[in-house]
């Protein structure tokens, strides 16, 4: 996933990926080109949705990065 990219290169953004990608937290929320998100091979889930709905500046092209694959 795209949390799992962010901590196998110790890339250091403050609160990311707070609850590690159990869907319950929403701070992994990414904002992608609107390309980059209609290339993704899969849709967000209702899951995801209900997560990402407690997201700040959600957009069209909003994901939470922990369930992008
Ligand atoms: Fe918490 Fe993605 S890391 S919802």
Known sequence: TLLEVVNDNNLEIDGYGACEGTLSCST???MLKEE???NLPEGASDEELDILELAYDLCDTSRLGCQIK
């Open 28 to 30: 992994c929320h990414v």
């Open 36 to 38: 980059d998100y209609r």
